[in-house]
């Protein structure tokens, strides 16, 4: 049976994730005659043919959308700056349009920094955990054009962890800037998603509404597995740091080594006060870790490269740490409340709750959170 090159193709592009910066036809008419703000990274792409793409922003002037300014999340305009390093103000050099940071001094757009813009574009790939602070600086930015008046369009992308919610909820009374609203540490929404949820539930300042439009995914589902083709960040390198991130990142708040400072980020954890194992590591500065912790020192570690795909939060490997550190008392930082949301696992660690009981206290509010999450999914 003859089946045609062009039927095959067909196939091949309904079977292709289509991200949200790729329907030009469904937002440039809205940017026609605007001064136009966007927020954008390194992943703020549109896709070609042959694996290329084009920087939303050239792609944007090139049909003369007027880009006024362009917001910079943590990292950087270009992806490169430390993570939790401040990023400063300046001037794009390929397009001269100013660069305003929102890892800095200020985390929400000022009413200054606003004035003359009609419309603003978010358009950043996010990996699904409460403690990566996209959604942080999405919900200021929703929040501050809310004040202003200011409509605000979501170029949606795919959530690599966008396959389960689980994990510890944040308790209000210990919110950040890596914990901005009462959500499980892996909530299973697209950014587009989390955005509707922001402004149904209220969660911006003084129950304000932005006027939000979301450009949608295409042939995408939460079961759907999608590897990122340009790293989120610089310590995420990989499908597989991608996916050990959620139960990884706790170690942030501890002084245990989870892989920066190599190039197996988020793959593997260790330290110099670990017993004698089969994995001995020194972290040493590279791209996007300057000083990694246990810097120049001989870890003993845990390799975690071989793990299958992830689809909860793996508690273990943290009390694993805990259990083979040599000074318990401070083993838990200053920010590890932060990152974890709350100071209940910390002391059911303390008191050697088994990763079991710990991953089984948090699922009330679990269930509770995918009810509330439900009402805004699209996919």
């Given at each position: 049976m003859f089946i045609s090159c062009a039927f095959v193709n067909s196939i091949e592009e309904e079977k292709t994730i289509i991200v949200g910066a790729n329907s030009t036809t469904e937002y440039l008419p809205l940017l026609k005659n605007k001064k136009v703000a966007i927020v954008a990274n390194q992943t703020s792409v549109i896709f070609k043919q042959n694996k290329e793409y084009s920087h939303i922003v050239d792609s944007l002037l090139s049909h003369q959308i007027n880009i006024v300014k362009v917001f910079a999340p943590e990292h950087g305009f270009r992806g490169k700056a430390d993570a939790g390093e401040h990023v400063n103000n300046h001037t794009d050099t390929k397009t001269g349009i100013p660069i305003i940071s929102l890892f800095g001094k200020n985390r929400k757009p000022q009413p200054e920094v606003l004035e003359g813009i009609d419309i603003v574009i978010f358009d950043i790939q996010d990996v699904g955990v409460r403690f990566y602070t996209y959604i942080s600086t999405m919900s200021n930015v929703m929040e501050a054009c809310a004040e202003k008046g200011i409509p605000v369009i979501v170029l949606d992308r795919p959530n690599p962890n966008g396959h389960y919610v689980d994990g510890p909820t944040l308790e209000i009374a210990h919110k950040s800037f890596v914990g901005i609203h009462p959500i499980p540490l892996v909530y299973g929404m697209t950014i587009g998603e989390y955005a509707l949820m922001v402004n149904g539930e209220g969660l911006l300042k003084n129950n304000i509404k932005c006027d939000l439009t979301v450009i949608n995914l295409k042939n995408y589902t939460h079961n759907s597995e999608y590897n990122?083709?340009?790293r989120p960040s610089p310590n995420l390198p990989n499908d597989i740091s991608i996916n050990l991130y959620p139960s990884l990142g706790f170690f942030e708040g501890t002084p245990v080594n989870a892989g920066r400072g190599t190039e197996f980020q988020f793959q593997r954890y260790g330290?110099?006060?670990?017993?004698?194992?089969?994995?001995?590591y020194t972290p040493q500065p590279n791209f996007g870790s300057?000083?990694?912790?246990?810097?120049?020192?001989?870890?003993n570690g845990v390799d975690l490269t071989k793990e299958?795909?992830?689809?909860?939060?793996?508690?273990?490997?943290?009390?694993?740490?805990?259990q083979k550190s040599s000074n318990k008392e401070k083993f838990f930082g200053n920010t590890f409340t932060v990152h974890a949301g709350n100071t209940t696992l910390q002391k059911q660690i303390e008191n050697g709750v088994s990763p079991e009981e710990i991953q089984n206290s948090w699922k009330p509010e679990v269930e509770k959170f995918k009810k509330i999450r439900s009402e805004y999914l699209i996919y």
């Open positions: 990122l083709p340009i330290s110099t006060d670990f017993p004698t194992s089969n994995l001995t300057k000083h990694p912790k246990q810097e120049g020192k001989t870890c299958k795909r992830l689809s909860e939060v793996n508690i273990s490997w943290l009390v694993d740490a805990f």
